[in-house]
């Protein structure tokens, strides 16, 4: 299985046009230890040929440009994106769908509720009929095969495992049957039996997660805020993180203790926000994520499992 890291950050990117934080500004002065960021979207593949999308986030035509396998070939109009995976209804994980309108028909992997909440809130599904459409896909709860758009085999399985998490900020208030649910992936290679786990949001931890983690060889994990009141204290917000439904990565609550410790092959931070303090490569903050025996990610990140 071949895995591309597109971008790694949380919704706005990094750094985010209208933020002048301590981390976004020593960026753009070039005077902070770290890299620029897209929003967070990882291509997964079995044959470097057909490529499916975990998440479609608003920067999805920058991901296309800047990696050569989803540019497209052959025909005048087309695209080696055999499908889009989505593990929620939040604007970072599916505005990139617009983008993607143009065609030829999206194959969107999507839990009920998330198909539902999207259409409640945002007229997605609607609003792609009108261009080349979606044949929208509930994930399986088991591993099963991962098609292609034409229906053969792509050489991965799948399944969706459910995660604690929030509504989309623009379905607060509504009635409760528009809430959205929040899903991790766990992907198969066929071949070589390399197990991904792509669970990048989240507010809570639970045994039974905590088991998948331990059995793959590849983790990719939400590290949205370091801390619970991140964004009070950088001046950028008022909402803590479990007010955003994320579980912090520090402290002895946090998900860097409850991670470090499992025993798979990788772990590494995705969806990162850009007032975290581990974005920066010299910050004590990223040090003890290296300690625990994990990663900070960085956009273009390839792996093979």
């Not at 259409?119 to 991962?146: F, I, M």
């Amino acid at each position: 299985m071949k895995v591309r890291l597109l971008g790694t950050a949380a919704g706005g990117g990094f750094p985010q046009w209208n933020c002048a934080c301590s981390n976004c500004d020593a960026l753009r002065r070039g005077t902070i230890a770290s890299q620029a960021r897209h929003e967070f979207c990882a291509a997964i593949s079995a044959d470097g040929k057909s490529w499916f999308l975990l998440e479609a986030p608003s920067d999805v035509r920058a991901h296309v440009e800047q990696f050569v396998p989803l540019q497209p070939g052959g025909a005048v109009r087309g695209t080696r994106i055999e499908g889009v995976l989505l593990t929620g209804a939040d604007l970072d994980q599916s505005l990139g769908l617009l983008t993607l309108r143009e065609g030829p028909g999206l194959a969107v992997h999507a839990t009920a509720t998330v198909k539902n909440s999207l259409a409640a809130g945002l007229r997605l599904p609607a609003v792609l009929d009108c261009y080349s459409g979606a044949t929208w896909h509930e994930p399986p709860r088991k591993a099963s095969a991962l098609l292609r758009c034409d229906g053969t085999p792509s050489g991965l399985k799948y399944a969706a495992f459910a995660a604690v998490g929030q509504s989309p900020r623009y379905l607060r208030g509504r009635r409760t049957e528009l809430c959205t649910d929040r899903v991790g992936y766990l992907i198969i290679d066929e071949t070589t039996g390399g197990r991904l786990i792509a669970l990048p949001g989240f507010a809570s931890l639970d045994d039974g997660t905590l088991d998948l983690i331990g059995n793959c060889h590849l983790l990719l994990i939400d590290g949205t805020f370091w801390s619970d009141d991140e964004l009070r204290r950088t001046g950028a917000g008022m909402l803590s993180a479990a007010e955003m439904g994320h579980l912090p990565v520090g402290g002895p609550a946090g998900s860097l203790a409850a991670v470090g410790p499992v025993p798979a092959r990788r772990k590494i931070y995705v969806h990162m926000n850009n007032t975290n303090p581990m974005l920066a490569d010299d910050s004590a903050e990223s040090l003890a994520v290296r300690q625990a025996g994990m990663e900070v990610g960085r956009d273009g990140i390839d792996f093979e499992l």
